[in-house]
Nanobody, 125 residues
Framework: QVQLVESGGGSVQAGGSLRLSCAAS????????MAWFRQAPGKEREGVAS????????YYAASVKGRFTISAENAKNTVYLQMNSLKPEDTAMYYC??????????????????WGQGTQVTVSS
């Protein structure tokens, strides 16, 4: 099993920055891929960024590319999401997810088996 605990959410003005953290525990073989997803009220869950922890290969949604950075500190079993130049449309609950499969990096939520409880990010204009 894998447990994921997010932290670092909060309220910030447009143009500001936040760093989210996801502390992972449990079987490392089940969390080769880690990702951040988000869901705003009334909207579908959206993949934001993914990382393959073995090589630190990353993949981003077009909506955040160039503004957000995902990274992994394997020694601390922690994945981060650095969010810069935040916009009001980034407001959402952010979830950490983990999965393991053979194949390409992906933001398909169906590939991720384990999910955290989420941390709220609110960006005001």
């Amino acid at each position: 099993q894998v447990q994921l605990v997010e932290s670092g959410g909060g309220s910030v003005q447009a143009g500001g920055s936040l760093r989210l953290s996801c502390a992972a525990s449990g079987d490392t073989n089940r969390r080769n891929f880690m990702a951040w997803f988000r869901q705003a009220p009334g909207k579908e869950r959206e993949g934001v960024a993914s990382i393959y922890t073995g090589t630190s290969l990353t993949y981003y949604a077009a909506s955040v590319k160039g503004r957000f950075t995902i990274s992994a500190e394997n020694a601390k079993n922690t994945v981060y999401l650095q969010m810069n130049s935040l916009k009001p449309e980034d407001t959402a609950m952010y979830y950490c997810a983990a999965g393991s499969w053979y194949g390409s990096i992906s933001l398909d939520s169906r590939k991720y088996t384990y999910w955290g409880q989420g941390t709220q990010v609110t960006v005001s204009s």
